[in-house]
């Protein structure tokens, strides 16, 4: 019985070393370590230099743990997204890719030779580096309205990544001072403040949180507050009316700008000025004095407006000159009383409405003749056209005859007694020819009775014909 317990021992001894005769070899090529970015990919290989006999194979090692089979696939259910891996073999190079890289991939790869599932032979294991891609920053506003003058406090939540992120605090194209605080303990955020004192010009600003990182030069992300709220007390502002005359009525606006909106509005004078000369409209915005005296001359008139964050003033002093006697091109005399309705030592005439209305008016007529001149000429001398009874238009010709008869008194060396006399006028166009004219000839009967009795003379178209009985 002992003998064949030593003989199986010794059957088993045979057979291990049998088995690990081939794994005398040695990997000539280890993994390199591999730094890329989330994101990215990587590549593994190394090179065994002998080759593998029968039941042998090269496999890849993930953490230690074996991920490729005797088929060069990755293992199902040992690796995050298997179609992310892919193995090639050739010859004595076995290579491993990895791509769409996560950060859960950062760990230690190796290749390593089995004989029949057991590990004969390691390379050197290499580390995979992933740099991290921040996520998107978050902007914090801590308190939901600053008072001016008060600090105010904004915050950037950035991940914790490797390597870490650069942080930087902007308005518009301005980088503002930025400070980094960690949460106590590990955490897997960071925060980056910006401490300021805002004023009403910061109100509705908007301030900007940029995140970018070494690990990809192209990247860039950022946040923002959107609109910062600023609780300011009034700005006020004041506008008066121009120079003031004495008696004519001064109009003073006072305006604020204030957030939250002024509440109220409070007019003082020094001195002060009598309450029945002060008219106040427009939610106490506007102040009217009535028929100011040149006493009420240089008076500081005050405007103050408040809101609940505070109060402000603002105030102008009142310039009243005395009216004063003006000669005017027309040669009139400056009335005060029609000072509203006259214009100052450098104008003539003023243009009133009523003179504006006469004006236009005048204008109006002048032209209304102008435009029946052409009308009237055209009615009086332009062509008529006749039209029958049942509204045909007759044509005009353009040649017509127009006869007239007349007696003349006897002439001499014609028979005593009166003349019958008829006249021809003829019309041509005016575009008509000289060489066109036709004369009317008289048959040797009728020549011989103008003979007889009288004379003919006769010219072209462009004169008179008159024949004479």
């Not at 004595?92 to 990895?98: D, Q, V």
């Not at 030779?113 to 996520?135: C, D, F, G, M, W």
């Not at 009795?453 to 008179?464: F, L, N, Q």
Request: charge should be negative; proline fraction near 5%.
């Amino acid at each position: 019985m002992i003998f064949l317990q030593s003989d199986f021992v010794l059957f088993t001894f045979l057979c291990v070393v049998s088995l690990l005769a081939v794994a005398d070899g040695t990997f000539t090529t280890n993994p390199n370590e591999q730094v890329t970015k989330e994101g990215g990919s990587a590549y593994f290989f190394c090179i065994f230099e002998e080759d593998l006999g029968d039941g042998m194979e090269l496999a890849w090692l993930r953490s230690g743990i074996r991920i490729s089979n005797i088929y060069n696939e990755v293992i199902p259910n040992v690796v995050d997204d298997p179609s992310r891996y892919t193995i090639e073999s050739a010859e004595n190079r076995y290579g491993l890719s990895i791509r769409h890289i996560k950060r859960s991939d950062a760990t230690e790869y190796a290749c390593a030779v089995y004989n029949s599932n057991i590990e004969t032979k390691k390379a050197e294991a290499a580390v995979l580096i992933v740099n991290e891609i921040p996520q998107k920053p978050v902007c914090l506003i801590v308190d939901d309205s600053y008072t001016e003058g008060t600090e105010a406090t904004i915050k950037c939540r950035v991940e914790n990544t490797n390597p870490p992120a650069t942080v930087k605090w902007k308005i518009g194209n301005e980088i503002l001072n930025t400070d980094e605080m960690e949460e106590t303990g590990k955490s897997e955020w960071k925060y980056y403040t910006y401490k300021f004192w805002p004023s009403y010009n910061d109100n509705r600003a908007t301030y900007t949180c940029q995140v970018t990182t070494e690990a990809d030069e192209n990247f860039v992300d950022n946040c923002t507050t959107g609109a910062i709220n600023v609780l300011y007390k009034p700005r006020v502002n004041i506008q008066e009316s121009a120079t003031i005359n004495e008696g004519q009525e001064a109009v003073i606006f006072c305006e604020a700008d204030a957030n939250p909106e002024a509440l109220t509005y409070s007019w003082t004078f020094e001195p002060q000025i009598p309450e029945d000369k002060i008219r106040l409209e427009n939610n106490n915005k506007i102040l009217r004095i009535l028929n100011p005296t040149k006493n009420l001359n240089q008076t500081k008139v005050i405007c103050t407006s408040r809101n609940k964050v505070g109060y402000a003033s603002a105030y102008v002093n009142l310039v009243i000159r005395s009216p004063q006697l003006k000669t005017y091109n027309t040669g009139s005399v400056y009335d005060p009383a029609l000072s509203d309705n006259q214009v100052n030592e450098d104008q003539g005439l003023a243009f009133t409405v009523p003179l504006i209305l006469a004006l236009a008016g005048g204008c109006s007529v002048l032209f209304l003749f102008l435009l029946l001149i052409p009308i009237c000429y055209i009615h009086m001398f332009g062509r008529k056209s006749v039209m029958t009874p049942d509204g045909r238009i007759i044509a005009q010709p353009d040649i017509y005859f127009e006869p007239r008869d007349r007696i003349m008194p006897p002439l001499p060396g014609l028979p005593d007694g009166l003349t019958w006399v008829r006249s021809v006028g003829v019309q041509v166009p005016g575009e008509a020819e000289s060489e066109s004219s036709f004369y009317a000839e008289i048959s040797g009967s009728r020549k011989s009775a103008c003979s007889a009795y009288g004379s003919y003379t006769g010219y072209g178209t462009y004169g008179r014909r008159s024949t004479y009985i």
